[in-house]
């Protein structure tokens, strides 16, 4: 039998109970319940633990730990959203659906399958893998760890600066010569601007904002940061026809706030330390592989799963 036989319905079953959750919300949100004091809550809670039993599926316990493990597993938009007596009842429901399919496979044999066994022994794995590296990186992951690392970033990657600038479309570089002329006999860039350019920002008295290198095209860019604050430039010709430039002003670009990247630096930095405690952990333990591997195409043979054990 094939991997894809065996659990390519595995999502419609995942789902059905995870749909416990769900089903049990109308109920749940139904019943009344009355406000208990935070310190209240808090003194109650001192009476459980993770061991404490909140279901029996035949000789098996179902503890209030599982279900704090469940609830963290769900997805953070359904946690945020339902109420805490919705997410208990559904996942305890959840749970003792799952333990009695669980009992039923027992009692199949289910286990005993290979391909089931493979599956079991690669879920292991990961989790061990992952609560290990966890357990290493997370407590490194500090807000002390993670300033010094935007310092670093800031110290090494300035950021240039932008201009924010002004510009006249015409058709012609004889139409813009005579812009240059008339804004030398006193008229306004901005009034110019309205009556002549042909360019989309001369309802705006030519104004473009403030932009950085890159944004613009090279010709226009290059005219346009070589200005100092209040110059005009000489006629500049692009794609778009002839331009004349104003430079209002220039100014240094700000880094990204802290906060705005503390997650990003978090993912990169526990990237990075995850890495140096895997490539430490190599180092004490024999990794090898035999001369001769299997060919590629053999990771599609699901059929071999079922000669392994």
């Known amino acids: 039998m094939k991997l894809d036989t065996l659990f390519g319905r595995a999502g419609v079953v995942a789902t059905v109970l995870f749909a416990s959750v769900v089903a049990h919300a109308p109920a749940a949100l139904a019943q009344t319940s009355t406000e208990t004091p935070a310190e209240d809550q808090a003194a109650a809670l001192t009476e459980y633990d993770a061991g404490t039993v909140v279901a029996t599926v035949g000789e098996r316990q179902i503890t209030l730990g599982e279900l704090i493990a469940a609830r963290g597993a769900l997805p953070a938009q359904l946690q945020s959203q339902l109420p805490d007596n919705v997410i208990f009842e559904g996942l305890l429901a959840q749970l003792i659906d799952e333990e009695v399919l669980a009992n039923a496979a027992e009692a199949a044999g289910t286990a005993d399958d290979s391909a089931v066994a493979q599956r079991l022994a ?3 794995r990961t989790i061990l893998a992952e609560a290990y590296m966890a357990s290493i990186v997370e407590p490194q992951l500090t807000e002390e760890a ?5 310092d670093e970033q800031v110290a090494s990657n300035p950021q240039g600066e932008e201009v924010r600038a002004r510009h006249i479309l015409v058709a012609t570089e004889d139409e813009a010569k005579d812009v240059i002329a008339r804004l030398e006999d006193g008229a306004t860039f901005e009034d110019l601007a309205r009556e002549v350019s ?5 309802a705006n008295g030519g104004d473009l ?3 950085r290198q890159g944004q613009m095209v090279p010709a226009f860019e290059e005219a346009a940061f070589a200005l100092e ?3 005009v430039s000489a006629p500049v010709q692009t794609q778009f026809g002839w331009h004349v430039i104003k430079l209002e002003e220039r100014r240094e670009l700000a880094p990204p706030a802290f906060n705005q990247v ?8 526990a990237r990075e330390l995850a890495q140096a405690q895997l ?3 190599k180092e004490t333990i024999a990794v090898a592989s035999p001369d001769a591997l299997p060919p590629a195409s053999s990771i599609r043979e699901d059929e071999l799963l ?3 054990q």
């Open 122 to 124: 690669a879920a292991r």
């Open 146 to 150: 993670l300033q010094t690392r935007y």
């Open 198 to 202: 042909t360019g989309p920002s001369g």
């Open 209 to 211: 904002g403030f932009f």
């Open 229 to 231: 604050a209040g110059g």
């Open 262 to 269: 503390q997650n990003e630096l978090r993912d990169e930095l």
């Open 279 to 281: 490539e430490t952990l």
């Open 306 to 308: 079922q000669t392994t």
